[in-house]
């Protein structure tokens, strides 16, 4: 008895020691599948450069599977490439290229369903139809991708980073161009979106709905459709993004839509068709914004209350505020508006009368879009003055009591 | 008796410009009204038209409902109510005849989880895939109130 135990504790490290297995012209095996088959858990396979056509793999152990120098895994535009069941499995360095498409099922390269502490990280995307699809699945991290698609219909391309029913999931410096939506949420929780790059993808650069407790950073998301839609969902912060160049008749910088306890603080809004749009938006703080060229700045409807708006840079904007109410149960003081006409006799940096940033025509194409068609003439321009002094259709109380004289130094 | 035919011609234009007809949706443009979302997937959709012509369009039928109940166009000028089949792409048939599944398996754009089929078939044959409850329109407008 004493002599088994013995030879147990002996062989401890190599029962446990993971072996490497390569797979190449020169390797173990020339295929992943016949990798996968021989693996145990917790393997490393190296996979060396070349291109593999193996159809679905299916991945139900927890390997690590490295690339050396980009293998290609080709899925010859008729195959879900990777279907990972298993906890911590680990892809990178991978190139995958051309997924079959569907309209009833969502391939994707890289497919990931009821798993824990899967790693994608480092590797790229070529034509997939969706790019990285995970469900019911959490601690999970997506960094350092690189996808891109050419697709030009809608119905032709899915998402690039898909996350349905997932939570605690990290994805940072990714760079997603030419999907559907960018990075999709539904039914997310207690994740990370930072330093990722979303540009040109046909609908949404990220679109977010049902997600609570989320917080995204330090994003570009550019030239995007439609912008981004953040809608149903409660106590999402959103730091320091960029939203720039979303043009377009139905296109947002940032589509707000049933939002609670939210922070949106230090984004930059350049040159968008509506900077931020919101729909029945609670007690949300909007700090520190800077809003640049935008069509409009801020389009806020009748349904939103008890907001803030404080230490924003409102600059060459053609509407910094538009609103569809005559009732504004929001604040607004603080900010630096550049239309501002007043005067700060004291010298506190303050100006000493308030700025209404709702100018009366801004509430007449909220009503009637197509008498954007005068603006700028000489009619306008009287209405809006006049309206200045006596307030008739903008809201009274649409108003900064304390805006401020000097652009806020961001640096 | 020549002015007379004129003018049935002008009164006849008139009243065929003024039909209430149905338009089908553009997908990757068109937004729904009720949640602002562009319209993606072809599986789903559905659309009011209003006795005066007016037109509605929406992702999702529980967008549609939404939209309904609240009232902004009264339920008794709404002409034509239509929403999209699930197994024919953008095919818009009308809403109260079609025959709906409601279940998990089914990822709808506003997370209804509601597909409609224009046949009692269909939907039997996806059921047995899908799984779910089979669903009429009646049923539908209450349990989205």
Redesign the interface.
């Known amino acids: 008895m004493m002599k088994y135990l013995f030879l147990c504790v002996c062989l401890w490290p190599w029962l446990l020691a993971a072996k490497t297995i390569v797979v190449g012209s020169s390797g173990d095996y020339p295929t992943l599948t016949a990798a996968l088959d021989a693996a145990v858990d917790y393997d490393t396979i190296v996979v060396h450069s070349g291109t593999y056509r193996e159809g679905n793999i299916p991945i139900t152990k927890a390997v690590t599977i490295l690339g050396v120098g980009y293998p290609v895994f080709d899925g010859e535009k008729s195959h879900e490439i990777f279907t990972i069941t298993a906890n911590h499995v680990v892809v990178a360095g991978l190139w995958f290229k051309n997924t079959g498409t569907a ?2 099922v969502d391939i994707a390269a890289v497919k990931v369903i009821d798993a824990k502490n899967v790693t994608v990280t480092g590797n790229r995307f070529t034509d997939t139809f969706f790019g990285m699809h995970f469900s019911n699945s959490s601690e999970a991290t997506i960094t350092d991708n690189d996808l891109h698609a050419s697709a030009t ?3 032709e391309i899915g998402n690039g980073i898909h996350l ?1 029913k997932c939570h605690n999931i990290t994805i940072t410096g990714n760079e997603i161009r030419g999907h ?1 939506d960018g990075i999709y949420f ?1 039914f997310v929780t207690e994740s990370l979106i930072a330093r990722n790059i979303s540009e040109n993808n ?3 650069g990220l679109h977010f ?2 997600s609570h407790n989320d917080e995204y950073r330090e994003n570009a998301f550019i030239g995007n ?2 912008g981004v ?1 953040v ?1 149903y969902t409660k106590h999402v912060k959103m730091y320091g993004n960029l939203f720039k160049k979303n043009w377009g008749g ?1 296109s947002y910088g940032l ?1 707000l ?1 049933d939002i609670q306890d939210s922070e949106v603080i230090g984004n930059h809004f350049i040159e968008n068709t509506i900077a931020i ?1 919101m ?1 029945g938006v609670s007690r949300t703080r909007f700090e520190a914004n800077d809003y640049l060229r935008n069509g409009y700045a801020v389009r806020l409807q009748a349904s939103c209350d008890d907001n803030d708006f404080t230490r924003n840079n409102f600059s060459e904007n053609a509407f910094d505020f538009a609103t569809n109410g005559t009732m504004v149960l929001n604040t607004i003081d603080g900010n630096y508006w550049d239309r501002y006409q007043g005067y700060d006799l004291d010298r506190d940096g303050i100006g000493d009368v308030p700025y209404r940033p709702a100018n009366l025509y801004s509430m007449i194409v909220e009503r009637i879009p197509s008498a954007v068609l005068v603006w700028r003439s000489f009619l306008v321009l009287l209405m809006d003055r006049a309206e200045k002094i006596i307030p008739v259709v903008t809201p009274e109380n649409l108003k900064d009591n304390t805006p401020s004289m000097k652009a806020y130094d961001r640096t | 008796m020549r002015i007379s035919t004129v003018y049935l011609f002008v009164i006849a234009v008139v009243f065929l410009s003024c039909k209430a007809e149905p338009e089908p949706l553009q ?2 443009q068109d ?1 729904c009204r009720a ?4 319209l ?4 789903f959709g559905a659309e009011l038209v209003t006795k005066k012509g007016k037109i509605y369009k929406f992702d999702d039928v529980n967008c549609m409902l939404n939209f309904y109940h609240s009232n902004e166009v009264a339920q008794s000028d709404i002409a034509h109510k239509l929403v999209v089949d699930f197994s024919q ?1 953008a095919k818009l048939i009308p809403a109260a005849d079609a025959f709906y599944l409601k279940s998990d398996a089914i ?1 709808s754009p ?2 209804s989880q509601i597909a409609a089929f224009e046949k009692k078939d269909t939907l039997d044959t996806m059921k047995k895939e899908l799984k779910g409850v089979y669903m009429v329109w009646g049923e539908l407008v209450t349990q989205f109130k």
Do not use: N, Q, V
């Open positions: 309209s009833m219909g809608e119905h349905w559907r539904e046909i609908r949404y709905m049902f459709g439609a839609a809608m139905a589509l839509k749009h729909e | 997908y990757g937004a949640c602002k979302m562009t993606m997937d072809r599986k792409p990822k506003m997370a």
